[in-house]
């Protein structure tokens, strides 16, 4: 989970990542739910809320996944949920979804790059 500032629109950045896929091996021919070589989402766009190629933002998977949720709310505990007016950190707290299953993991990416891309 990443979280940064941008000027692109949010049609624009999910083209973007859409081609970060592509470009990394991943095929849209699998069925839903499949392994994937990288899957990279767009959850929320500040306080926007809209519908746009057929994604919403903020996602609803956020309110119905621990494995959304709970890295959501490490990156930007302090960041509202532009809908229910809550921080990410509350709704992480206040979740009552099931949490198992979850493992943190250390990772040294500071030398991770995405080639093809500036």
Do not use: C
């Amino acid at each position: 989970m990443v979280g940064f500032r941008t000027e692109l629109s949010p049609s624009e950045l999910h083209h973007q990542l859409r081609e970060i896929e592509t470009v990394n091996g991943r095929t849209r021919s699998a069925e839903k739910f499949s392994a994937r070589t990288l899957d990279l989402d767009l959850l929320t766009y500040g306080d926007v809320v809209t519908n746009e190629a057929g994604k919403d933002l903020p996602r609803d998977e956020i309110l119905k996944y621990a494995f959304v949720l709970k890295p959501l709310a490490d990156v930007a505990a302090d960041e509202f949920h532009p809908q229910l007016k809550q921080s990410y950190g509350q709704l992480w707290r206040e979740f009552k979804g099931q949490r198992e299953g979850l493992e943190v993991y250390d990772l040294d990416v500071s030398s991770a790059l995405v080639s093809g891309f500036e």
